[in-house]
Antibody, heavy 116, light 108 residues
Framework: QVQLVQSGAEVKKPGASVKVSCKAS????????INWVRQATGQGLEWMGW????????GRGQRFQGRVTMTSNTDTSTAYMELSSLTSEDTAVYYC?????????WGQGTLVTVSS | DVQMTQSPSSLSASVGDRVTITCRAS??????LGWYQQKPGKAPKRLIY???SLESGVPSRFSGSGSGTEFTLTITSLQPEDFATYYC??????????FGGGTKVEIK
């Protein structure tokens, strides 16, 4: 069965960076895009960007230009999302998702807390 | 980019009620829309894809309709386990993806 398993919760100071991992299993990792979505506490879902594991091509939402880096390791079927210059507004649950048309599978989420 | 306007943002309903949630797109997105259910502390789960196709294993009381710019999620005979937040998601001309603002369905 398809699974996306993310790394554990993180606490970071303002100005720092965080890197979240997402290990895929149950399908051919290079066949579908991985996207990242975040959700602040009590808020809605916000799309951050996409990555094609086969080509390495990526794209970001305007709000995240210059701050988010998405990479992958095809040997381990793992995607990564690094967000830099963190502020308190980046405190949220971050999800990796598989996109086949729309989103069909979600990781369990990784809570990133930004606090001094 | 396509904008999605979802309404209402919240509603109160009783077990057995019929519930309707609407998403409007800022431009024609054909049928490239899905509906998701999210319960507290959990990742969202897809209920409907391609505007009206029911995901495998999802109860038939859930249905989706619409195309173009107006879409509806209907829950007939609301059950206790249906109290959750629902989101629409458009993927026309992906990327990007755009979510509606969400509808919280609460117990009356």
């Amino acid at each position: 069965q398809v699974q996306l398993v993310q790394s554990g919760a993180e606490v970071k100071k303002p100005g720092a960076s965080v890197k979240v991992s997402c290990k895929a299993s149950g399908y051919t990792f290079t066949s579908y895009d991985i996207n990242w979505v975040r959700q602040a506490t009590g808020q809605g879902l916000e799309w951050m960007g996409w990555m094609n594991p086969k080509s390495g091509k990526t794209g970001r939402g305007q709000r995240f230009q210059g701050r988010v880096t998405m990479t992958s390791n095809t040997d381990t079927s793992t995607a990564y999302m690094e967000l830099s210059s963190l502020t308190s507004e980046d405190t949220a649950v971050y999800y990796c998702v598989r996109v086949v048309g729309s989103i069909d599978y979600w990781g369990q989420g990784t809570l990133v807390t930004v606090s001094s | 980019d396509v904008q999605m306007t979802q309404s209402p943002s919240s509603l109160s309903a009783s077990v057995g009620d019929r519930v309707t949630i609407t998403c409007r797109a800022s431009q024609d997105i054909r049928n490239e829309l899905g509906w998701y259910q999210q319960k507290p502390g959990k990742a969202p789960k897809r209920l409907i894809y391609a505007a009206s196709s029911l995901e495998s294993g999802v109860p038939s009381r859930f249905s989706g309709s619409g195309s173009g710019t107006e879409f509806t999620l209907t829950i007939t005979s609301l059950q206790p386990e249906d109290f959750a937040t629902y989101y629409c998601l458009q993927h026309y001309n992906y990327p990007p993806l755009t979510f509606g603002g969400g509808t919280k369905v609460e117990i009356k």
